[in-house]
């Protein structure tokens, strides 16, 4: 290990050295304790004194009898006080809760199948992206409510995520962590998959199978915070050797531990946490959480920028970038921090996407408003447009917009139950022809009227009712339009990729508007009003338009019969009848021979 690297935190291969490595003679431990008085291996019943090795801050051991599976915990002596068992932070493997010592995993155990994969190029933002937002535990569960494994899950995983037409997926955190209800967001196995699901080898098998049936893959990491569990990182050594020792910066809002960014031995372990993830897993992009909490001490900004924070993010994204070309690293920031996704050479963070949380705030605040209020909220639904190429955006409707008495997508529709269907059909038209990489979070595509619970899975029997599956099916659809319409993604970062048509009919909650990109030009128009509302837009005589997609037919559950057309050009007009809360995507042709 480069340790110069390691204490100024410029490395991404600390895991390389530290943790617990099988090999022909046994396995080897090594653990970074610098203020630890001593430190013991507890490991097949034996309490085994380490020995400091290069400057005393560190602790090796090799256990000829220890291979994969051993089950193992260091104790570490502080120089005062007594000693505190923990797991250990490079641990590759722990014991599913409530236990939590570590396991050793031999990471050599599976073979990759995804060359072709792992050699197609690569650049974010030349392609669609649709991502499908899950929670691994609550997606299905077994008859008896338990996990399936990460191998069970994966050929049924990347069968339903074909058919509904995503092409990406991104995981809720798969680290080790203590309590469920944390979603994994409180971690204490940073290099560890979560065993309620299985092994190392069998994450693996499941990103492999994924890959294979052409579906990128993306994992949530969590580099602001980590839990308080004294087992955990919390006074690894006696001191805050990863925490703040202040109180005032050193816990977060959910009352885990902060870290501190500053110590080049925090930005070594969470960097080579990020790239072990990319590199051992062959996971294709991070999505980075709470990224304001490591911009602004504490997130807020009122309280001033952490300059430490913002030169970690910098040097962390420039090295997953320059390992791992073309690899999606996205932030979930709400702040308007600048140059959030302009690389870091050129003195930005170096993301490839930023969350668009204004989007989304405004879009779900204006579908929830009664209809009669939505002429003044109107450009609600204008407004992303005015900063979007600022950054570039990724447009969620994730897991935190269906918990904690927020209520579901579809429930947030103003009105009764019936009445939400088509409003959530056009929310999403509107979703996929704005401009921007897409996440949608598990449940949404068909109607999921109870909150998420973490504890359960799915209410997949809603597709038994027939709004529920006709929601779902008109989700596939649109999710196949936007796959194969370069219209929609080709030129998302160009401004002439997009234009409103007509953005100024308050009265009547019309807005119509145009993609344009790969050859292709596509128009919109959307009636978010509760009446039948009509539209003429100039057209070409020669020109004609394709309806694509109506989220008024009847298949989707709406009221006019499949294929018919809202809208036809007649006289050198585009001339449109839309049903009360309902869109139509339409395709600009040509004459024929023209």
């Known amino acids: 290990m480069d340790f110069y690297g390691f204490y100024t935190g410029r490395i991404f291969d600390a895991h390389e050295y530290l943790g617990a490595h099988p090999g022909p003679g046994g396995t080897t431990f090594r653990v970074f304790a610098p203020s630890a008085r001593t430190v013991e291996l507890l490991a097949l019943d034996r309490v085994l004194p380490m020995q400091k090795i290069y400057d005393g801050n560190f602790y090796e051991l090799t256990l000829p009898e220890a291979g994969p599976g051993t089950v193992y915990a260091y104790r570490v002596h502080p120089r005062q006080g007594d000693p505190v068992d923990?797991?250990?932070?490079?641990?590759?493997?722990?014991?599913?809760?409530?236990?939590?010592?570590?396991?050793?995993?031999?990471?050599?155990?599976?073979?990759?199948?995804?060359?072709?994969?792992?050699?197609?190029?690569?650049?974010?933002?030349?392609?669609?992206?649709?991502?499908?937002?899950?929670?691994?535990?609550?997606?299905?569960?077994?008859?008896?409510?338990?996990?399936?494994?990460?191998?069970?899950?994966?050929?049924?995983?990347?069968?339903?995520?074909?058919?509904?037409?995503?092409?990406?997926?991104?995981?809720?955190?798969?680290?080790?962590?203590?309590?469920?209800?944390?979603?994994?967001?409180?971690?204490?196995?940073?290099?560890?998959?979560?065993?309620?699901?299985?092994?190392?080898?069998?994450?693996?098998?499941?990103?492999?199978?994924?890959?294979?049936?052409?579906?990128?893959?993306?994992?949530?990491?969590?580099?602001?915070?980590?839990?308080?569990?004294?087992?955990?990182?919390?006074?690894?050594?006696?001191?805050?050797?990863?925490?703040?020792?202040?109180?005032?910066?050193?816990?977060?809002?959910?009352?885990?531990?902060?870290?501190?960014?500053?110590?080049?031995?925090?930005?070594?372990?969470?960097?080579?946490?990020?790239?072990?993830?990319?590199?051992?897993?062959?996971?294709?992009?991070?999505?980075?959480?709470?990224?304001?909490?490591i911009l602004y001490w504490q997130g807020d900004e009122r309280r001033g920028v952490n300059g430490n924070g913002v030169e970690f993010l910098r040097t962390m994204n420039q090295g997953l970038q320059a390992r791992h070309p073309g690899c999606i690293l996205a932030a979930e920031d709400s702040t308007n921090f600048e140059g959030v996704t302009r690389p870091a050479e050129q003195g930005g963070l170096g993301f490839t996407y930023k969350w668009d949380l204004g989007w989304m705030h405004d879009t779900l605040s204006f579908l929830q408003t009664d209809p009669a209020a939505r002429p003044d909220a109107y450009h609600k639904l204008t407004f992303s447009m005015l900063y979007y190429y600022k950054e570039r955006y990724l447009l969620p409707l994730s897991h935190d917009e269906v918990v904690h008495g927020k209520a579901t997508v579809l429930q947030k529709m103003n009105g009764g139950y019936e009445g939400k269907f088509p409003q959530g059909r056009a929310l999403y038209l509107y979703m996929m022809v704005h401009p921007g990489a897409k996440l949608n979070f598990m449940g949404s595509e068909f109607g999921q009227l109870r909150e998420w619970d973490e504890g359960r899975e799915q209410d997949w029997m809603l597709r038994r009712y027939p709004l529920h599956d006709g929601f779902y099916h008109f989700m596939r659809d649109l999710n196949r339009l936007y796959l194969q319409s370069p219209a929609l993604w080709a030129k998302d970062d160009d401004p002439d990729g997009f234009a409103w048509l007509d953005c100024h009919r308050e009265a009547q909650c019309l807005y119509l508007l145009e993609r344009r990109g790969g050859g292709q030009r596509l128009g919109a128009a959307f009636n978010f009003s509760d009446r039948p509302q009509r539209f003429a837009l100039p057209a070409d005589p020669d020109t004609g338009a394709r309806v694509l997609l109506s989220t008024d037919w009847q298949p989707y559950g709406g009221a006019a019969p499949a294929g018919e057309a809202p809208c036809r050009v007649e006289a050198g007009s585009l001339q449109g009848e839309m049903a009360p809360f309902s869109a139509v995507v339409w395709e600009w042709t040509a004459p024929a021979g023209g």
Do not use: K
């Open 86 to 293: 923990h797991c250990d932070p490079y641990g590759f493997g722990m014991e599913l809760r409530p236990d939590h010592r570590s396991v050793v995993r031999d990471l050599d155990e599976y073979t990759f199948g995804d060359d072709a994969w792992r050699r197609r190029p690569l650049r974010p933002g030349a392609g669609p992206l649709n991502i499908y937002e899950i929670h691994l535990g609550s997606w299905r569960r077994r008859e008896d409510g338990g996990f399936y494994t990460y191998e069970e899950l994966a050929e049924p995983l990347a069968d339903y995520l074909t058919e509904s037409s995503y092409n990406a997926v991104e995981f809720l955190p798969l680290a080790e962590h203590p309590c469920d209800e944390s979603w994994g967001y409180q971690t204490t196995g940073f290099f560890a998959p979560t065993s309620r699901y299985g092994t190392a080898a069998g994450l693996m098998a499941l990103v492999d199978t994924l890959h294979r049936r052409g579906i990128a893959v993306l994992l949530d990491f969590v580099p602001a915070h980590f839990a308080v569990d004294a087992y955990g990182l919390a006074r690894f050594d006696g001191t805050c050797l990863y925490e703040y020792p202040s109180q005032d910066v050193g816990v977060s809002e959910w009352g885990s531990c902060n870290f501190m960014h500053s110590r080049g031995e925090v930005r070594s372990f969470l960097q080579s946490a990020a790239h072990y993830w990319l590199d051992r897993y062959h996971f294709d992009g991070l999505r980075f959480d709470a990224i304001s909490r």
